[in-house]
């Protein structure tokens, strides 16, 4: 296997180095913590909305700071946290087989657990083979880095997640990146790229913070035209689009789609992740991922809590069903009282305030009217895009969807967000 430090080594040799002598100042590498103020700043005018803890949380409702709030800002979509049976799951499998398997995959880590966990999966997407990483940013990260080589060629979508980007910049091929979803960007991309190199497309199916899902069957064509293959991160589409098996079931398009890749920490209520398909690239992935190889296996209670999320999934479709009827509910009262959501199709509904500063403010005013969302800000989106994501469960009660509505109401009009007349 080639060797990744060798990056290391080119990246050095090509940095241009100023020049120095004996009175030049040595540096300190800590310098940039002290230069960075800005949290600092938001925590000292109490408007700092990140890494406070929930005191409580049954799914629909949480504690926060004392106060009981709608949670409309998690991706548990549908409801399984707090799911008795995954309760039950977790607690028999630590009776088993303990709290961790404290080694690798690749080495003394991998239980039957494991193996009957990989078999699920696979059958959930309807691929030939699957493989459970211990984090769905590993699995990204594991994957990218293990398929794409010197000389190959990465192509992913503006607004894919971080970990894809941070997958590619650690792989030791080109990324190269097009406009979110716009297809004839992507065909100028792959129009510019050798004939002979190696491509791999990756993009979101359901794009976390926009809400808007991948136009697959396109994609698809044109990447296969250029000799692309297709890999899909399913995070937040997988018990949510396609019955709950995601965005190439969504599109009837799953044997055309050749890696299929989903996290544990949405709908399927534990941590984790994992990448699908046929049964030769997941082999060569189980022995070329980095992120796989040299960390320990997921711990048999998460790996039980998914297999038991994955048997509902395949047996209780109401579920999804009802948490696409409280999203549409939700955009249409977002809608009725004027807000932004942008280009939202699916149960993550972004609020779309613009200002970084009045953005922080809604969501502080939220909180004190009951209801919980998350403040996004650059480089989360793009400046001047600052925004609110909401996401919904199947869990979520008419009462707690109007309760947040209302609350939207009464923060719009007091901030100046809605038209006075705008209500519900």
């Known amino acids: 296997m080639s060797d990744p430090l060798d990056l290391l080594e080119e990246t050095a ?87 961790s398997v404290t080694g690798s995959r690749f080495l003394n880590g991998t239980l039957k657990l494991h193996l009957d966990l990989d078999c699920a999966l696979a059958g959930l ?25 010197k000389g190959d060629y990465v192509i992913i979508d503006k607004e894919d997640h971080a970990s894809i980007v941070d997958g590619c910049m650690m792989s030791r091929g080109t990324m190269k990146r097009f406009s979110h979803n716009d297809l004839g960007s992507l065909e100028h991309v792959l129009k510019q790229l050798p004939r002979s190199a190696g491509k791999l497309v990756v993009v979101d199916g359901v794009y976390s913070m926009g809400g808007d899902i991948a136009p697959l069957p396109e994609i698809i064509e044109i990447s296969k035209r250029y000799g692309a293959r297709i890999m899909v991160d399913d995070a937040h589409s997988i018990g949510v689009l396609g019955e709950g098996r995601g965005t190439a079931e969504h599109f009837g398009v799953t044997d055309e789609v050749d890696l299929i890749m989903g996290t544990f920490s949405k709908s399927l209520a534990s941590i984790g ?18 992120a796989l190889m040299f960390s320990a296996a997921l711990p048999a209670p998460n790996a039980a809590v998914v297999l038991k999320a994955v048997e509902i999934i395949e047996n209780e479709s109401f579920r999804v069903q009802k948490l696409w009827d ?15 959501t942008g280009q939202s199709n699916t149960p993550v509904i972004p609020v779309i305030i613009g200002d970084e500063y009045r953005t922080v403010l809604t969501w502080l005013a939220l909180v004190e009217e009951g209801v919980y969302t998350n403040p996004v800000v650059p480089p989360g989106v793009p400046p001047n895009k600052s925004l609110l994501r909401t996401s919904y469960m199947a869990t979520h009660e008419k009462e707690h969807l109007d309760r947040a509505l209302k609350a939207f109401e009464v923060v719009g009009h007091r901030l100046d967000l809605i038209p006075q007349e705008n209500t519900l």
């Open 13 to 99: 040799a090509d940095s241009a180095r100023p020049v120095e002598d004996a009175n030049t100042p040595l540096a300190d590498i800590f310098a940039k913590a002290g230069q960075f103020t800005q949290a600092r700043e938001a925590m000292a005018m109490g408007i700092y909305p990140y890494f406070r803890p929930l005191s409580d949380t049954e799914g629909s409702v949480a504690i926060f700071e004392g106060k009981e709030v709608v949670m409309i800002g998690s991706n548990n979509y549908l409801g399984l946290t707090t799911d008795p049976r995954l309760r039950a799951a977790a607690k028999d499998a630590v009776d088993r087989y303990g709290t």
């Open 125 to 149: 997407v309807r691929k030939p083979a699957a493989l459970v990483f211990p984090t769905g940013y590993q699995t990204n990260v594991g994957t990218i880095t293990a398929v794409v080589g």
């Open 273 to 290: 992740g994992f990448i699908a398909g046929n049964e030769e690239i997941v082999h060569y992935i189980q022995h070329h991922a980095r």
């Open 326 to 340: 409280n999203a549409e509910y939700m955009r249409a009262g977002f809608k009725k009282l004027g807000f932004n």
